[in-house]
């Protein structure tokens, strides 16, 4: 058995007892979707911040550092600025509304069916794009590693979560989570020292060296991001899209009070900041010392596992076999405990919202509550692992980026009109939540991203990668239009 090999059955075997430790304190639904919110603010904040630093966030951005440089800055500063947003605008409002779900929100101000059934809708879309993400980086990962063909090292990675989400539920994703992210900013700044120690300690002698390398461009945004619509387009999704995505509103949920949840969405601010510090002097070190290395790529020039795998290549750089088994451990265990996030959101949305409040009409008992919320677990993996196949050859923070899209277009108008507008109707809601999904995913579909890269076409039917700017203003409408004449 391999070093990796190793690393990796010890994290699961960790990850698997915290799962059954937590199994034991889960005596309640209000336990399984919220921890019973008895967290402490610093344990929340410190998970939360893990629920952001993904995949994508690790795998995918020193990939795009690698590839495109400047561009993987801006999906930082993007997603960065939607943290404060996030304090700002939802964290003290929703946690005092008391309710954990999209739909729950919309519903506790309007007792509507199809108003629940558009929150779901919403939730379990946003949920089941993200998921796509995790899983791409999972499966590329454990295939470079183990030699496994994709689907059955997705098929693992899908195993491992419903296990986790279906024993555990909210408690165990978080003890999760709290372990992966500590082990994930140790690695990280352990790789960024590694990275200066090749440059005498000094990031201008690092830039210097990426400089006369690649060229000033790497320093500069590049094709795909050189026209002005694009980028205020992908702004506009990732820091907005933060405020829309499942799994990191039921985080307010899982303390005491707002005043808990506001402490927690600061913590998490920082800690996503200083990653993002690290991920620069990581991303650039692989361009400088990975891009170069031709033990690192194959016969055809490219990245061997491709791109994503350029944190795990400088590892082995630095520190040997050890410290690639080390990383490519810890980012399986990041993936892990992201999806068991999203996975609780989406179930949640299914077995509460769907099957407890609307079908059951809040009739359901605790124990076929729970038996639905562990089939919806199986079904969302299933989704999720099938279609990650179609979309595997994409770097993951791209995807990303299309999964914020989707939720600054679907989840977060119908929250922040819901919570601070007065004149919204449940009609509004209706015709802003469908619009902003149609819209998100139809204009992803027929953009670059799908048509061309994924299915193949000479040239896109929308122009633009990303299309916040152009959803996220429809469903406002739509929801205003719905709204009108209607109290």
């Excluded at 630093?53 to 795998?59: E, G, P, T, V």
């Excluded at 629940?116 to 999972?138: D, E, K, N, P």
Aim: aromatic residues 8%.
């Amino acid at each position: 058995m391999s070093l990796a090999q190793i690393l990796f059955l010890a994290l699961v075997l960790l990850t698997l007892a915290l799962t059954a430790a937590a199994r034991k304190r889960t005596a309640s639904l209000n336990d399984f979707y919220t921890a019973g919110g008895r967290l402490p603010a610093w344990q929340n904040g410190l998970a939360l911040a893990g629920d952001y630093l993904s995949a994508a966030a690790f795998l995918g951005a020193a990939g795009m550092y690698l590839g495109q440089g400047y561009d993987s800055l801006a999906y930082a500063v993007g997603t960065l600025a939607g943290w404060p947003l996030l304090l700002l605008l939802l964290a003290e409002p929703l946690r005092k509304q008391g309710r954990y779900t999209v739909a729950g929100v919309l519903s506790q101000r309007f007792d509507h069916g199809g108003v629940r059934l558009v929150g779901i809708a919403s939730t379990l879309t946003v949920t089941l794009c993200y998921l796509i993400v995790q899983l791409v980086g999972a499966g590329k990962l454990i295939e470079l590693l183990f030699g496994l063909p994709y689907l059955a090292a997705v098929g693992l990675v899908g195993a491992l979560m419903m296990a986790y989400v279906a024993a555990g539920g909210m408690l165990a994703a978080t003890w999760v989570q709290i372990g992966k992210a500590s082990l994930l900013f140790v690695c990280a700044l352990l790789l960024a020292i590694g990275v200066l120690g090749r440059f005498d300690g000094s990031p201008a002698r690092l830039f210097q060296a990426v400089e006369q390398l690649r060229g000033g461009a790497v320093f500069l945004p590049s094709k795909g991001l050189s026209d002005p619509i694009e980028v205020l387009s992908l702004g506009l999704g990732l820091s907005l899209g933060l405020l829309g995505l499942p799994h990191v509103l039921m985080r307010f949920f899982t303390v005491a009070d707002a005043r808990a949840a506001c402490r927690s969405v600061k913590l998490a601010t920082w800690l996503v900041g200083a990653f993002f510090a690290l991920n620069l002097i990581i991303g650039y070190g692989a361009m400088a010392l990975v891009g170069p290395d031709p033990r690192f790529h194959g016969a055809d020039g490219k990245l061997l596992g491709g791109v994503n795998m350029a944190a795990l290549h400088l590892a082995e750089l630095l520190g040997g076999d050890f410290a690639r088994a080390a990383i490519a451990a810890i980012a399986f265990a990041t993936i892990l405990a992201v999806v068991a996030g999203l996975t609780l959101a989406g179930a949640s949305a299914i077995s509460h919202d769907l099957y407890a409040s609307w079908l059951k009409k809040g009739r359901a008992d605790a124990a076929a509550e729970l038996k639905v919320s562990r089939l919806a677990t199986l079904g969302l993996g299933l989704a999720a692992m099938l279609l990650s196949t179609v979309f595997q050859q994409l770097n993951i923070a791209l995807m990303m980026g299309l999964a914020f899209a989707i939720a600054a277009s679907a989840n977060f108008p119908l929250l922040l009109l819901s919570l601070r507008w007065r004149g919204l109707t449940a009609r509004g809601v209706i015709w802003g939540g469908a619009a902003g999904i149609a819209a998100s995913l139809a204009l992803i579909v027929c953009g670059p991203s799908v048509w061309v890269a994924a299915l193949g076409h000479a040239k896109p039917l929308f122009p633009y990668s990303n299309p916040a700017l152009f959803a996220m203003p429809l469903a406002f409408a739509a929801a205003w239009l719905g709204s009108r004449g209607k109290r």
